[in-house]
């Protein structure tokens, strides 16, 4: 449509197009609230959960920017509050913690079984031996021979090969559980079921061997004993070599990037399962990552709404079926038209930033530097006090932490750490900066630079429920081209597999004497 048809059509159709439009808003209205209705009424019937990652809200495009905002927002900012239609009780809400117990309870139960079956199996291993020598005495002690010197040292190898199992055991399997892995081990159920079928058929062996026809020869039943134990060290050999040392020696490099942010990192890795990868990326991501700051994720969003907001599009002909994709079409040409001039709004934006960054860093050194003296001061004053009047470091701390609050916690909200970082952990943190003698650049360097996740609170760490997604089998091998991922409530962790190549070396020799070389001076030489 050309410009003429869109003037022309406009001032001939103007008080048309008023009375059309009121009716349109007014049958809009009426359609608005009898979809309302319906769907309230629907509500009570039916809820849908989605198990997709819940996406961050948009930010309104009347409000501010994140920048532009006040540093004293706790103390201005106005919380407005309703009534919801569906709302909870006291009664409903203790109900509601009662209903959770029970699944939690579960969990935890659940989480200890490994190591009841292995406390239970190691049991029977104990017991195994010994009651192979003790049966035999209680059942026809009358018919048994003497036992001999030879005997008497199976007894003493005996002992100590069940003290040496039980500690080996101990050492091995008797560990605290790290994490709940999704499926069973597949090595450790393989050991299992392997020492239940040597026991089996020891045990079976014994009955139709020993115990039916009452074996007098009591050495050659203490030495079928040792042969047992014999055998369950072997067993534990075997375990150590799977679960110890088969995965020492690297033969894959994985990547691991965080969906949000990028932030990457490499680690090797040897012959294991997936999901044991998955529970070592998990180990070395507490301690190699940076914390998740979802608050440096906004600025984008924010900008590209600040760009939609201040376009407008009219419509002309009125409402029609495809109105509102016309109007998004719209908006994404218009704001592929300003990307010519959307970087150096990105450039002076980034560079204010950094200006008050380092503006209130500034500010911050200077009142911890001020503190620390104060401290110092307090300390020299103290010294010639009784001993029963010294200030406790708790106590010089919530001294003179006003004074460095507000530079702190301007810096805090301008970085977007501050819901890193409460009152209580800044104090103790001080606190242990005086006991210990620090000084002040110590004790900002938690505050200037963002340091791996186990380095704050557990009210900061964003997931401890992770989940494992993978086409393949989480208990197979690692491969070349493997793929996972580690999903949490607010990130992921995506994880991609290489095999390391291999490497040839060849070797060169190099003559010693290829390196000697003669030096011939002539005798016209100038002095």
Known sequence: ??????????????????????????????????????????????????????????????????????????????????????????????????????????????????????LVLGLLVLVTPLAFLVLPQLLWP?????????????????????????????????????????????????????????????????????LDSQDENYQGIVQFAVSLVDALLFIH???????????LQPCFSLCVVRSTDGETRHYNLGQISIQRAALVILEHYYKDFSVHNPALLTAAKSRAAKHLAGLKVYNVDGAGSDAATAQSRAKIAAAARQRDTSHNELYYEEAEHDRRVRKRRARLVVAVEEAFTHVRRLQEEEKKKPPGDEMDPREAAQAIFPSMARALQKYLRTTRQQHCH????????????????????????????????????????????????????????????????????????????KSIP??????????????????????????
């Open 1 to 118: 449509m050309d410009t003429e048809s869109i003037h022309s059509g406009y001032s001939h159709h103007s008080n048309r197009s008023r009375g059309s439009n009121k009716q349109s808003e007014r049958s809009s209205r009426d359609r608005h609230k009898s979809h309302s209705r319906d769907s309230s009424s629907r509500s009570d019937k039916n809820v849908t959960i989605s198990t997709s990652s819940p996406q961050p809200p948009q930010p309104d495009q009347s409000s501010a920017p994140t920048d532009a905002q006040d540093d004293n927002w706790g103390e201005t900012t106005t919380a407005v509050t309703g009534t919801s239609d569906h709302s909870l009780s006291q009664e409903d809400l203790a109900g509601f913690g009662k209903d959770i117990e029970g699944p939690v309870e579960k969990l935890n139960c659940i989480r200890f079984l490994p190591l009841i079956l292995t």
């Open 142 to 210: 009358e018919r048994l021979q003497a036992c001999g010197t030879a005997c008497e040292g199976l007894f003493l190898s005996l002992a100590f090969k069940l003290l040496i199992l039980l500690l080996a055991g101990w050492a091995l399997f008797v560990r605290p559980a790290r994490a709940s892995l999704p499926r069973i081990a597949v090595f450790r159920a393989l050991l299992g079921l392997l020492t239940l079928l040597l026991l089996l058929s020891y045990w079976l062996f014994f009955g139709v061997r020993i």
């Open 237 to 247: 050999y075997l375990a150590v070599v799977l679960l110890e040392i088969r995965h």
């Open 422 to 497: 409460s009152m209580d952990s800044i104090q103790a943190h001080l606190a242990f900066c005086i006991t210990h003698n620090m000084t002040p650049k110590a004790f900002l360097e938690s505050y200037l630079m963002s340091g791996p996740t186990l380095q704050y609170g557990r009210e900061c760490w964003q997931a401890r429920q992770w989940t494992l997604i993978s086409e393949a089998s989480v208990t197979s091998p690692l491969r070349h081209g493997t793929e996972f991922q580690l999903k949490s409530s607010d990130f992921s962790l995506v994880v991609t597999s």
């Open 502 to 527: 291999h490497l040839k070396l060849s070797e060169e020799y190099v003559n010693p004497k290829s390196h000697k070389f003669v030096l011939q001076l002539q005798s016209e030489t100038s002095v």
